[in-house]
């Protein structure tokens, strides 16, 4: 008999949704429900998409008021679960945390936005399931990096385990949609670029010796992330692009795919394979003497 996990969503934002609609499909685990603060039409969405919805305490008959049938306070799902996935705004999981995880003694994954190190920190590792899956096993609290750190680790964890030795350094150019599609967020007609990304930091907490280097644009879309990768090999040369090609055969979530003029025909690709994330690379490899 398979004991099923049980699963509470804390937030019900872009990432709860997604979360919420993967999990229920998944036969090993028991969605509790989903976590709403605010009074809005994702209540409703919630609702109708049969999940349970919890709330803050003091706010249940604020909720029910406006005809919402919510099952109870998001404290009570603390409770009941098993494991809890914070996807709060960036910066609340550390309160959640202290507030609520730890009071109950409930384990928590945390999305890729909350902080690794320094006092709010909200664990002390950031998990890839292509680098390290095992590590993440028995720990409390673990950090799932975002969709780019992760992208950046299933691309390059192949090929250092391929060429390791060989490559000198990558870098990364990555370009940020401003929003995601679903968002109601106004996009800015503006390119905005970050001084720090955190995405290289974030990649060398699971692949330590990675000489990465990431610069990061915001652009006005709201049709993916695009990476551009450089990888420069050192002695022993540059791969042919069959033996790229070659690490890549078995990658789970890694799609090569021959051509594309853009962002959107990469999104229409990854739902036609059924991905929920897909990285479009050029690479160029060099031999740097
Ligand atoms: N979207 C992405 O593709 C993406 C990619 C990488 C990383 N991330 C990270 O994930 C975070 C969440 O992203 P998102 O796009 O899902 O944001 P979002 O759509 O703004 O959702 C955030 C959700 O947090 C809920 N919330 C408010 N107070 C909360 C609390 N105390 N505890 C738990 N949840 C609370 C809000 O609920 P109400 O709506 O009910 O007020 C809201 O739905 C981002 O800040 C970012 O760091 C997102």
């Known amino acids: 008999m398979v004991v099923l996990v049980r699963v509470f969503i804390n937030g019900y934002g872009n990432i709860g949704r997604r979360l919420a609609s993967s999990l229920v499909l998944d036969k090993e685990i028991q969605l509790v429900g989903v976590a709403k603060y605010s009074i809005d039409d994702k209540v409703k969405e919630a609702l109708e998409n049969r999940y349970d919805v919890y709330v803050p305490r003091k706010m249940i008959g604020n909720f029910k008021e406006q005809g919402y049938n919510v099952t109870g306070s998001i404290d009570e799902a603390v409770e009941q679960c098993d494991l809890v996935i914070d996807a709060a705004k960036e910066g609340m999981g550390f309160d959640n945390k202290k507030n609520l995880y730890e009071p109950n003694n409930k384990p928590a994954i945390f999305q890729g936005g909350e902080d690794r190190n320094g006092e709010r920190a909200v664990a002390d590792m950031i998990h890839n399931s292509r680098v390290n899956f095992d590590m993440a096993a028995g720990k409390t609290y673990v950090i799932q990096g975002s969709c780019n750190v992760s992208g950046m680790g299933r691309v390059m964890q192949p090929l250092i385990q391929k060429f390791g030795d060989r490559i000198r350094r990558f870098d990364i150019e990555l370009v940020r949609r401003w929003a995601d599609l679903e968002d109601t967020k106004v996009v800015k007609d503006s390119i905005e670029w970050d001084r720090y ?13 990675a000489n990465l280097y990431v610069d990061a644009f915001k652009v006005p879309s709201r049709m993916m992330h695009l990476h551009q990768m450089f990888v420069r090999f050192g002695d022993g040369g540059a791969p042919n692009k069959d033996q790229i090609l070659e690490s890549f055969s078995d990658e789970f979530g890694v799609a090569i795919i021959s051509s594309a003029k853009g962002t959107g025909d990469v999104r ?22």
């Open 268 to 289: 229409k690709k990854a739902l036609e394979l059924d991905f929920l994330m897909v990285i479009l690379i050029w690479s160029i490899f060099t031999k740097i003497s």
């Open 197 to 209: 990304p955190h995405h290289q930091d974030d990649v060398r907490d699971f692949i330590p010796n």
